[in-house]
């Protein structure tokens, strides 16, 4: 497929490709994930904890957002961690336990493929694939998500430019799969003082090149759990169409990121708040 210049006013300085790009007059598209759309007037909530650790800590979690306006519930099965000796995840047994939340609150799930070899499996269980930051540019695992059909929650690469990030919802669009969600959450930069740098800049941008689904990861982009409210709040002010965040019923105690994960209360206090912002902008949040 031959790639197609987008008409954009101001400087973008690379050619967006072909199934991606927002010609004009091309509508936004809407990604039904379960039922529930994303890229409607709706801002969708994801939230739950960054890993599946045991029944008790995603059951109680997972009641807990979703009593306070979540959509789809978050859970990591699979992890990717940058030290082998870190939790990597329950595997299948983290999965079945997702299912079963879901069978009690009706809830989609979003959890992420980490390798060619897992697709078939995590597809029998998650409503929405997840491609994580590490493999946003693992193109066998792309070609492979894409033969699914099944949704796909693509996240930015930590060292990935706008053009790369195009690129690589390009390979899964380009097996026939045209349910993408592009998700921005944080890139590295010189700065230290957060985890990543949260480019809030992408949001606009994106909407402007693609009819793709934007949403926004406040909690990898600081990687500081009172950092997330302001920035999950100023996501919807930028124009993102939903927001994965991580929350932990006992964040103290979790074995995978729990300084940057929302404790149920606070998840409610944001749950309110957003709820002003999205009206602000004309949108609604649940």
């Not at 790009?21 to 909530?45: F, K, L, M, Q």
């Not at 045991?54 to 109680?60: A, D, I, K, S």
């Not at 899964?172 to 230290?192: D, K, M, P, S």
Request: charge should be negative; charged fraction near 20%.
């Amino acid at each position: 497929m031959s790639t197609n210049s987008c008409n954009v006013q101001g400087f973008v300085g690379f050619t967006v490709p072909a199934r991606v790009n927002r010609s004009a007059g091309t509508e936004s598209s809407v990604v039904n994930v379960a039922g529930i759309g994303i890229g409607g007037s709706e801002v969708i909530v994801m939230a739950g904890p960054c890993a599946v650790e045991n029944q008790e800590q995603l059951f109680v979690t997972a009641r807990a957002v979703q009593k306070e306006g979540a959509r789809i519930l978050r859970g990591g099965a699979f992890k990717p961690r940058s030290s082998p000796y870190s939790f990597q995840g329950l595997g299948e047994e983290g999965l079945k336990l997702l299912k079963s939340i879901r069978e009690e609150t009706g809830m989609p799930v979003v959890t992420e493929v980490m390798d060619t070899r897992q697709v078939e499996l995590v597809a029998e269980y998650a409503d929405l694939l997840q491609i994580g930051s590490r493999n946003m540019q693992n193109f066998p695992l792309l070609k492979e998500v894409g033969l699914t059909r099944k949704p796909v929650l693509l996240k930015r690469g930590m060292m990935a430019t706008i053009e790369e990030f195009l690129l690589a919802a390009e390979y899964i669009l380009n097996q026939g799969n045209e349910n993408v969600i592009l998700c921005e959450r944080g890139i590295r930069t010189f700065e230290t003082s957060t985890r990543n740098t949260l480019d809030l800049s992408a949001v606009p941008m994106l909407k402007h090149l693609t009819h793709l689904p934007v949403i926004v990861d406040p909690s990898h982009g600081t990687g500081i759990s009172w950092m997330v409210p302001a920035m999950a709040k100023a996501s919807i002010a930028a124009g993102a169409d939903g927001l994965i965040m991580e929350v932990h019923y006992r964040p103290d105690e979790a074995l995978c990121d729990g300084h940057q994960s929302l404790d149920p209360d606070n998840f409610a206090i944001l749950m309110t708040e957003l709820r002003k912002i999205a009206m602000a902008v004309d949108r609604n949040v649940l």
